[in-house]
Structures are given as structure tokens and as C-alpha cells.
């Protein structure tokens, strides 16, 4: 039983910041590379920022300069800092963990989490 659930969305002005997280669960033997993406209505979803298990960051153009992915091992949680939103950033965000379980320790798998909406008003 594995579980990325991600939190932190919600409302806020244009300009504001907010800080996502997103938490794995389970029985985890590994959390390799996370990514964020996010998908607005009526839009693909898009690759926001990535981290690898040693912390390599990228991070979209769209999005560079204001949004800084960073990891905490220990709580198994990987975070997402927002900062000088514009309402363009309104989506939902998605949380993609690789993860190696202890049950299959081999080969990693992909874990998607529900989302959690950011809505950045004007």
C-alpha cells in the first residue's frame, strides 16, 4: 500500500505564494525522482519541475525564477515553493513520485497522486 497525496493548494492573489507538498506513504523502500505537473481546464498537463534522489532540480521556463522544488528524505515529502503567482498559474497540481516498494524492491513504479488545485485570482 503506497500513497503520494499532495497539499498546500488553495486561493490566492496574484503576486502571493504558497508552498505544496507532497507526502509518500507506505510501504517504501525508496522515493527516487519526483516531478510536479499541473493541468488547467481544457489544457494538457504540463511538467512543471522535477527533483532526482541526489536533489537535481529542473524546473519549467514558464516557471523558473519563481517556483523552487526541493526534498525532505526523512519525511519522505518533496515541496514545491510558489512564489509571485500570476492567475496563468491557476491548475490543478499533480504530484508523480518514483518509488521503489519493499514488497517489489527491484524495479520502481510510478505513483500519481489526486491533486490539489491552485486558483490565483487577478
Not at 505544496?20 to 488547467?40: E, K, M, P
Request: hydrophobic residues 30%.
Amino acid at each position: 500500500q503506497v500513497q503520494v497525496v499532495e497539499s498546500g493548494g488553495g486561493l490566492v492573489q496574484a503576486g502571493g505564494s504558497l508552498r505544496l507538498s507532497c507526502a509518500a506513504s507506505g510501504n517504501i523502500f525508496s522515493l527516487n525522482s519526483v516531478s510536479w505537473y499541473r493541468q488547467a481546464p481544457g489544457r494538457q498537463r504540463e511538467l512543471v519541475a522535477s527533483i532526482t534522489i541526489n536533489s537535481r532540480t529542473k524546473n519549467a521556463d514558464s516557471v523558473k525564477g519563481r517556483l523552487t522544488i526541493s526534498r525532505d528524505n526523512d519525511k519522505m515529502t518533496v515541496y514545491q515553493q510558489m512564489n509571485s503567482l500570476k492567475p496563468e498559474d491557476t491548475a490543478v497540481y499533480y504530484c508523480n513520485a518514483l518509488i521503489t516498494t519493499r514488497t517489489s524492491y527491484v524495479r520502481p513504479s510510478d505513483y500519481w497522486g489526486q491533486g490539489t488545485q491552485v486558483t490565483v485570482s487577478s
